[in-house]
């Protein structure tokens, strides 16, 4: 998410890569238009971008889309 109490999605996704430059980050935002969403797609530090509210079934077919399948064994 990109609005959270201590640091925003764009900071922590930064955070997460240095820790992990494989990791696959997924932005769920209800401001897909905020200029932090458009950084953390733009600069690769998430894979997708989905807008809030999203369903189940969209949000499950984008984690099987974005994760690599051996993780969800």
Not at 6 to 12: A, H, R, T
């Amino acid at each position: 998410d990109m609005d959270m109490p201590v640091m925003n999605g764009y900071e922590s996704s930064q955070k997460i890569k240095e820790l992990d430059p494989d990791a696959n980050i997924l932005v769920l935002t209800g401001a897909p238009d905020s200029t932090y969403a458009k950084k953390t797609i733009e600069e690769g530090y998430a894979s997708i971008l989905l807008r809030k509210p999203v369903t189940w079934k969209s949000l499950r077919q984008t984690i099987e889309t974005y994760l690599p399948h051996e993780a969800l064994a």
